[in-house]
């Protein structure tokens, strides 16, 4: 009881769309977004850096402020505790504005130049 398999010489044309791309345009695509994918990675990672700096800049100041608070010389101290509370009362504002930004998602050309500008392309 032996079957035989008949095979058609018909190709089938059931063929995925990727199968139908051509392996240049595959890798032009990847390329292009790799590309726009690190210019995001880099505008995100500048503001999270100027934001760190910011804390770190923050903090120093409170402790300034508490080793002033603590000195023995109270007259001198009370005027550079006004000047340090007013520094950080800035820096809390800066940090404010950063988290308050609005980002967008479109990069407009003039940023787009900057970027590149900045990296000498």
Known sequence: M????????????????FS???????????G??????FVFIVIFNRR??????????LKTV???????KASEDIEENNSRIRELEEKEGAIK???WGL???AI???VTNEELDKFFDERGF
Request: proline share 2%; hydrophobic share 40%.
């Open 2 to 17: 032996m079957e035989k398999i008949v095979m058609s010489d018909e190709p089938k044309e059931e063929a995925s769309f």
């Open 20 to 30: 139908k791309i051509g392996t240049k345009i595959k890798l032009i695509v990847a």
């Open 32 to 37: 292009i977004a790799a590309a726009i994918g």
């Open 48 to 57: 999270t850096s100027r934001l760190k700096m910011l804390e770190h800049e």
């Open 62 to 68: 409170r402790s300034e402020i508490e080793i002033e």
């Open 93 to 95: 504002k800066k940090i």
């Open 99 to 101: 988290d308050n930004k």
């Open 104 to 106: 967008s998602d479109d």
